[in-house]
Every structure is written in structure tokens, then in C-alpha cells.
Nanobody, 125 residues
Framework: VQLQASGGGLVHTGGSLTLSCVSS????????IGWFRQAPEKGRERVSC????????????WYADSAKGRFTISRDNAKNTVYLQMNSLKVEDTGVYYC???????????????RGQGTLVTVSS
């Protein structure tokens, strides 16, 4: 399945951005979606996950400790889109954010079958 992330940009510390991940999947509801980020000279970090809309994890979300209380993941199945609302952004949130999809009942996966191109988020002090 094809995924396209967008919404990145340059913001100051404390600012907000909303990232979007649009999927080409006909059965989008059946996919669990994860947001990841890759910061310069750092490893990949899973930021948030949302379960498939037709699984036992429907409506469930997960956040990394670094994102709790500041980020909100949501999905609009009618638009085949998952959003990541990011508030109170910090310099350490800087990185390339990308979304990934995996069909199934899990909430978060260690490996996703599909991954989109990323969108760059830069937070300046």
C-alpha cells in the first residue's frame, strides 16, 4: 500500500504542526498505522501508533514517552488519512517523520509492511 506523509515544516519551540498520512489502501480500515521519526545522527524512534478501525484495538493509541501529553494521533477512515497533531514542539522533536502501515489486529508492530516517504519537521529555538 502506498503512503504519503505531509505537513512538516519549520516552527519555533512551543509551536504546533499537524502531520497527515494519506493511504492508497482500499481497505484502509484494516491497517494499523505507526508514526516514526528519524533525527540527525539518531536512530529511528517510534512516536505513536493507532490500531486498525476494525480490530479489537479500534480506537486505541500508543505514544512514546517523548510524545505523551503533546502529540495526538487520530484517523479519518473516510479520507484514508491518519493525523499526528503535535503541540508544544521542542528542538529535540526535529527529524523526518514518516508513517507506516500494517494490516492486522495489533496496535503497534515492530515491523510494518508499508512505509511512506517522510516529511521534515524542524523546530528552532
Amino acid at each position: 500500500v502506498q503512503l504519503q506523509a505531509s505537513g512538516g515544516g519549520l516552527v519555533h519551540t512551543g509551536g504546533s504542526l499537524t502531520l497527515s498520512c494519506v493511504s492508497s489502501a482500499f481497505t484502509f480500515k484494516a491497517y494499523a498505522i505507526g508514526w516514526f521519526r528519524q533525527a540527525p545522527e539518531k536512530g529511528r524512534e517510534r512516536v505513536s501508533c493507532i490500531g486498525s478501525a476494525i480490530s479489537s484495538n479500534a480506537g486505541r493509541t500508543w505514544y512514546a514517552d517523548s510524545a505523551k501529553g503533546r502529540f495526538t494521533i487520530s484517523r479519518d477512515n473516510a479520507k484514508n488519512t491518519v493525523y499526528l497533531q503535535m503541540n508544544s514542539l521542542k528542538v529535540e522533536d526535529t527529524g523526518v517523520y514518516y508513517c507506516a502501515a500494517e494490516p492486522g489486529a495489533g496496535l503497534c508492530y515492530s515491523s510494518y509492511g508499508s512505509r511512506g516517504q517522510g516529511t521534515l519537521v524542524t523546530v528552532s529555538s
